[in-house]
């Protein structure tokens, strides 16, 4: 878009001035950033940084400040919102009624629970004395009150990081615009996703909210590269909105959402080289008064899950499945009842290829911001769905999640979030599973060897019986592996000492490995459990390099450290050799 471009050459093009002119220059960088945000929204990057821009020269200037912080929270990196918006508490508290709800809401972004909590009372305090205000500054009692909820839920959640990396899908797939909705074939080979870029779009207009109209792309995968995107063109693809919602295991039937009655859903079958005409699904799924704007398969050819929000759920958007008669036609619906669905909205529904493992993004539930991804599982026994667990950090943030799919053999998933790594906006990522979630590690420790042993099955006694002396040794201590401030990078004095566990590892098939990666108490929350995560990633990384199974390996990242050493004894990654409690497989 030319308008587009010709703001980022005047942007990058403007210099930085000095102090003595920062009150002229603030206001010029404010006048031209409310253009900018006023004529264009894809241009929001931008206008922030204008804003930035403002706010850094005259820190005095209230609504710059503002801006800025409000823009952070709408953009990626919304934990520095709290820079600016702290600078409106000091100087001018009163601004807005919601100031306090706001601040609370950059630290819950920025993992600062305890300080996020701190601001949501105080705004809480605020609307409970002022219950007769009904300014569009005013946050309701119950969204507050989620908040606080969420919080509590994250100290819980976060202190037990998942075994995932996540890792952005780069420029084949994602754009600067809003890329989402990625559906996979059983054999992950075929990718497929809705995005809303100006390139190979099929329309040149943009809609109301001044963005392109969703197209559908598809890439396909040779090797571990997936192609570069192209428009899965027509019939799928015409001059409005159209969106995949889920591809069929074999790859040959994509749903689509289209934006008919109040929402339904489509299909088009893959035949002969080419897609048939999408088809209206049935009435018995879409409905003329309810949006259903999700569906997933399941193993059986005669059930579907589904999403809507119609009457019958338990409020908000819900997760229903449709079952055929013995005719084979689609008749009747049902919600998939109150441990699954909530009062708030349960969406993107995908049943993985295991027949009963249900994988679905929820605003409710034990989530600890927006729309977090849980997994629940089906017991056909007993007829009932596990209580969902939420899948943990480092795939849940407080921001949204959703649009979630799982590979076969459970090691990778696909799904949509803003947060750093992407290109803008929304992006598509790819998580990696590190360890297997049923290895239950058994510690040696010397004095205790001859119990242990004894609590072991016989099988893995005569495993044991074969450690040699040096062995048991580098199996008896915790390996410490040190960092420089702010980095990740293994330093070449450890690699010996990794070496040796890569070879004790490889000769014997009962020991794994544990990866616990730690940060000093320096730097944000955020922040320090990000950098955690990568020291715990770039060890399991060494080792699989040399040759260690990344299925007999466990890493995480716990953010700050809490005990009594210096910031240098901190930084670091604790390596443990560990045996299954399982017994193991005969050599």
């Known amino acids: 878009m030319r308008f587009y471009a010709i703001l980022l050459f005047c942007f990058f093009s403007i210099p930085l001035f000095s102090q003595e002119d920062s ?3 603030a206001e010029l960088y404010l006048q031209q950033a409310n ?6 929204k894809e241009a929001i990057e931008i206008a922030k940084e204008l804003y930035v821009q403002a706010a850094s020269l005259d820190p005095t200037n209230v609504e710059a400040n503002w ?19 702290l600078r409106i508490e000091a100087l001018k508290p009163s601004y807005r009624f919601d100031l306090s ?3 609370g809401r950059a630290y819950h972004y920025g993992l600062d629970f305890d300080k996020a909590l701190e601001y ?7 609307l409970l004395g002022n219950r007769n205000y009904r300014g569009k500054d005013r946050v309701p009692l119950e969204q507050v009150n989620r908040r606080i909820l969420e919080c509590t839920n994250a100290k819980d959640i976060i202190g037990k990081p998942a075994q995932y990396s996540v890792i952005p899908l780069g420029e084949n797939i994602n754009s ?11 054999d992950e080979t075929v990718m497929i996703f809705t995005s809303r870029r100006q390139e190979d779009n099929t329309t040149v207009n943009v809609d109301k909210d001044n963005f392109y109209f969703e197209d559908v792309f598809i890439s396909r995968k040779s090797g571990d590269t997936w192609s570069p995107a192209k428009n899965i063109g027509p019939p799928i693809n015409t001059e409005y909105h159209d969106a995949n919602i889920a591809l069929s295991a074999d790859g040959k039937r994509l749903y689509l959402y289209k934006d008919e009655q109040m929402g339904d859903i489509y299909y088009s079958d893959y035949e002969n080289g080419q897609w048939s005409e999408p088809k209206f699904l049935t009435d018995k799924i879409n409905s003329s008064i309810y949006s259903e704007n999700a569906v997933s398969e399941t193993s059986s050819p005669d059930v579907i899950l589904y999403t809507s929000n119609r009457p019958g759920g338990e409020g908000g958007i819900d997760i229903y499945y449709c079952t055929k008669d013995e005719k084979g036609n689609w008749y009747k619906s049902k919600s998939l009842g109150p441990v ?33 991804i849980f997994r629940s599982v089906y017991d056909s026994a007993s007829g009932e769905w596990s209580v969902p667990e939420n899948l943990g950090y480092p795939i849940n943030t407080p921001d949204d999640e959703i649009f979630f799919q799982m590979t076969a053999d459970g090691r990778r998933g696909y799904f949509a979030s803003v947060r750093e790594g992407g290109i803008g906006f929304t992006d598509i990522f790819m998580i990696k599973y590190h360890g297997d979630k049923d290895h239950t590690p058994v510690v040696f420790l010397t004095k205790e060897q001859e119990e242990l042993f004894k609590s072991l099955e016989a099988e893995q006694l005569a495993q044991s019986n074969k450690f040699e002396a040096h062995e048991l040794k580098l199996m008896n201590q915790t390996h410490k592996i040190f960092f420089n401030t702010d980095q990740s990078a293994i330093k070449d004095e450890h690699q010996a000492e990794l070496d040796s566990i890569i070879r004790l590892v490889n000769k014997h098939d009962v020991l794994n490995i544990d990866i616990a990666g730690f940060a000093s108490s320096d730097g944000n929350p955020r922040y320090n459990l990000e950098l955690s995560h990568k020291r715990a990633l770039i060890v399991l990384d060494y080792l699989v390099s040399k040759g260690v199974s990344e299925e007999r390996i466990v890493a995480r990242g716990y953010g700050a450290i809490d005990e009594d050493t210096t910031p240098e004894q ?6 443990r050799v560990v045996m299954s409690g399982a017994p193991p497989k005969s050599p």
């Open 23 to 25: 009150v002229k220059q």
């Open 35 to 40: 253009q900018i945000y006023s004529q264009q």
């Open 67 to 85: 801006m800025a912080g409000s823009l952070y929270l709408e953009t990626i990196n919304k934990d520095r919102a709290v820079e600016y918006l």
């Open 101 to 103: 709800y706001y601040i």
């Open 120 to 126: 949501y009372e105080k705004y809480k305090r605020k």
């Open 176 to 186: 600067v615009w809003p890329d989402y909705a990625p559906v996979i074939n059983k």
């Open 340 to 372: 699954i669905n909530t009062k708030y909205d349960e969406d993107s529904p995908f049943l993985a290829h295991d027949g009963k493992t249900l994988y679905f993004s929820s605003s409710g539930h034990k989530g600890y911001g927006g729309y977090d």
């Open 570 to 575: 901190q930084r670091r990654a604790d390596v």
